[in-house]
């Protein structure tokens, strides 16, 4: 099992920049791929970027393509996610995940087997 906790969320004006970091605890963290979901107010999770257990393959939300980017690093236990060119429409509850299918960097909610608290991002128009 793993622990996993957001921080890095805010308020920030359009144009702007943020970085979600997402700390792991418990099992090696190498044996998950990890994910970033979100979820805006009255919408549905979704899928934002997925990273696989090296690094070696990522996937992306077709509308953050180019704005954001995941990474992690294992001696950290720790995957990022830094956003650039923040969109009003970007504004929402983000959250991590872990998938023990650690070979795929899976945009499914259901491919997930643990999820942090989420954090605030919030963008001013």
């Known amino acids: 099992q793993v622990q996993l906790v957001e921080s890095g969320g805010g308020l920030v004006q359009a144009g702007g920049s943020l970085r979600l970091s997402c700390a792991a605890s418990?099992?090696?963290?190498?044996?998950?791929?990890m994910g970033w979901f979100r979820q805006a107010p009255g919408q549905e999770r979704e899928f934002v970027a997925a990273?696989?257990?090296?690094?070696?393959?990522?996937n992306y939300k077709d509308s953050v393509k180019g704005r954001f980017t995941i990474s992690r690093d294992n001696a950290k236990n720790t995957v990022y996610l830094q956003m650039n060119s923040l969109k009003p429409e970007d504004t929402a509850v983000y959250y991590c995940?872990?998938?023990?299918?650690?070979?795929?960097?899976?945009?499914?909610?259901?491919?997930?087997?643990?999820w942090g608290q989420g954090t605030q991002v919030t963008v001013s128009s």
């Open positions: 995940a872990a998938s023990v299918a650690r070979y795929y960097a899976t945009s499914s909610y259901l491919g997930y087997n643990y």
């Open positions: 418990g099992r090696t963290f190498s044996s998950y791929a």
């Open positions: 990273i696989t257990w090296n690094g070696g393959n990522t």
